[in-house]
């Protein structure tokens, strides 16, 4: 048997290279092996940190009798979630038909043209509660594919066109601030009163969730209590910073111990929120400062980029352990082999923590933060890229993967981008972003609707007609259509182009009524829905040279809320003016001294000196 995993880029795919099964890759190859085999397709779909993709691997997939019913019956793929997140939203939509139960590890099985016609998440070995073992799933999917074989492909086909008749987002006015305001009652709603945070078990931090009540005014105490409860609860590392992924009991406790690269970056960016409104919430300086310290400890990599997650699992004694290295002190820790970083780097996620990183490094006085940032955004943008100027998505060690770069790689990272440019004055970073978003706008434009994925997305999922069409649904991140929508409103804010505006105001006026009736799902999209609502407030300060930036800038100005600020020299004023963003036009200090320019919607105060 060919070891097909062995030189895979993913970590996660390479931890099953000696699996007895015989994995491909997800790719085209695959299906035309299942087509000429006439045999179906075993699609499973996890990533390197879940916790159950382990357990589900020890237990069905090192198991040789296992593996010799899926290699003589099935062809076998291995998907890494996060390097195709397009492959899962996919399937995860098409096993919604099947299971309520949706999660990792997700196995579906699939028609040789790759539509699903079974899935579930984790089987057991042996028969549990109810639940057939992995083994009896097989042999009854087998079944059903070699003697209901048209029952199968009609189910399929249904399926499929279900998928194909969705919608795209389209229409729809922007909201007034009343309805904001509902939503957040909604919120409030379903606050758990005696240990913070929304519902029951399991409890997620819904960090886009935050970020929207801190900035809607009328949730901004909900959303700190919020934090504050959650800055004090098991869910935080104490010893080395940063969030696990989420906790099986309502009191934050029982956590899951993964520490996933988009949680702490949307945290950082929320406690920093929190800081910024009231320092003397020193709960939320001291949860920012440890996130930020997480990242820059463990998560960032010699390249400069942001590993994905920390594994949940270590080796203590010989034996994998879930959570047991964060059970210890730092002295305890210092005795063991940490976690397993899972070394993917991806494009979207590490615009998220370029972009928090920044803006706490400004609010803080963190130069150490930005100088983070900027490692970062320099490696993506100098390995990021395709030949053919396409950004690519994952990366591991400056290898790059040949997934296809989505939606949210172009958002998030033009988030990062345009971040890190008003925070460190130079102009180069807010053009790269410029370009993802004109990018991802050229694309939607030839695609009919107004973002798209330059290059059309995923060809298997495009071949068989299931690629979800302008999904907008979000979970503990943004979708790809609300952090583009996001992308192009701070690129209207540096720039004045209606069109910006205009673009977001379209992908959010699309799924105004959806993200208003289910706002615990919709973080995002209500954070940008919110700041089209109100005049954007904008405040740009230019020094006469570059050493005065930023030295000795008063916290009042550091702290101040609003939509975007902006650290310049005069001379970078002058850069950011030549290149089109029209916010530093005829920005220059006064007098031989810094000053500051208070605007709204480019309506400008005359200049303070600070």
């Not at 009343?178 to 409890?203: H, N, R, T």
């Not at 929207?212 to 010893?239: C, H, I, K, N, Q």
């Not at 330059?454 to 999904?471: E, K, R, Y």
């Amino acid at each position: 048997m060919v070891n097909r995993l062995a030189t895979a880029l993913s970590p996660y795919l390479r931890a099953h290279a000696d699996n007895p099964v015989d994995w491909r890759e997800w790719g085209p190859d695959a299906f035309d092996e299942a087509s000429a085999r006439d045999v179906p397709v075993f699609v499973s779909i996890g990533y390197s940190t879940c916790h159950w993709c382990h357990v589900m691997a020890r237990e069905s997939f090192s198991d040789p009798v296992i593996a010799e019913i899926l290699n003589d019956n099935f062809v076998s793929i291995k998907v890494d979630r996060e390097e195709h997140p397009g492959v899962d939203a996919s399937y995860m939509a098409q096993a919604a038909a099947f299971t309520r139960q949706l999660g990792w590890p997700l196995s579906v099985f699939a028609t040789t043209q790759g539509v699903a016609f079974h899935a579930g998440t984790y089987f057991p070995p042996t028969p549990i509660s109810g639940y057939p073992s992995f083994r009896q799933l097989l042999e009854a999917v087998l079944d059903a594919w070699e003697n209901r074989r048209t029952e199968v492909l009609r189910n399929a086909a249904a399926i499929a066109s279900a998928i194909a008749a969705a919608p795209a987002p389209s229409g729809g006015a922007l909201p007034d601030e009343i309805a904001i305001d509902a939503a957040v009652d909604g919120l409030a709603a379903v606050e758990d009163l005696q240990y913070g945070g929304f519902g029951s078990a399991p409890k997620f931090p819904v960090a886009p969730v935050l970020g929207f009540l801190l900035e809607s005014g009328s949730g901004a105490g909900l959303g700190a209590r919020t934090l504050e409860r959650m800055a004090g609860s098991p869910l935080r590392d104490p010893v080395e910073g940063g969030f696990f992924r989420y906790a099986t009991k309502r009191d934050w406790s029982d956590p899951h111990f993964e520490r996933m690269l988009y949680d702490n970056a949307l945290l950082l960016d929320a406690f920093t929120l929190a800081w910024a409104d009231d320092d003397s919430r020193a709960w939320a300086g001291t949860a920012a400062s440890g996130i930020a310290d997480f990242l820059l400890g463990t998560l960032q990599l010699p390249s400069g980029g942001f590993a994905s997650a920390q594994d949940s699992e270590s080796v203590i004694d010989g034996t994998r352990s879930e959570g047991g290295y964060y059970a210890r002190d730092a002295d305890g820790r210092a005795e063991l082999e940490p976690p397993a970083l899972d070394e993917k780097v991806l494009a979207g996620w590490n615009g998220l923590a370029i972009a928090a990183l920044a803006r706490a490094a400004v609010v803080f006085d963190r130069d150490d933060w930005l100088e983070s940032a900027r490692w970062a955004a320099d490696y993506l943008l100098e390995n990021h890229r395709g030949a053919d100027g396409r950004l690519i998505r994952a990366s591991v060690a400056e290898r790059r993967s040949g997934a296809p770069a989505t939606l949210e790689d172009y958002g998030m990272l033009a988030g990062g981008l345009l971040a890190l440019a008003a925070a460190t004055g130079e102009p180069a970073y807010a053009t790269a972003a410029r370009s993802l978003v004109d990018d991802a706008l050229a694309a939607g434009e030839a695609a009919g609707t107004v973002f798209a994925e330059p290059g059309g997305g995923d060809p298997v999922l495009v071949a068989s007609g299931i690629t979800l069409a302008g999904d907008p649904s979000e979970g503990a991140y943004p979708s790809g259509l609300s952090a583009s929508a996001d992308a192009a409103w701070r690129l209207y804010l540096l720039t004045g182009e209606n069109r910006y505006r205009d673009a977001a105001v379209a992908i959010l006026g699309a799924v105004a009524e959806l993200a208003l009736a289910n706002p615990l799902s919709f973080g995002t999209s209500l954070t940008v829905l919110h700041r089209l609502v109100r005049t954007p407030v904008q405040l740009v300060v230019v020094s006469p040279d570059a050493a005065g930036r930023t030295a000795g800038l008063p916290q009042s100005i550091r702290a101040r809320r609003t939509d975007v600020t902006a650290l310049v020299s005069e001379q970078q004023a002058r850069e950011f003016a030549a290149a089109g963003f029209e916010l530093f036009a005829a920005r220059t200090p006064r007098n031989g001294a810094r000053a500051a320019y208070l605007c709204e919607d480019f309506t400008c105060r005359m200049p303070t000196p600070v």
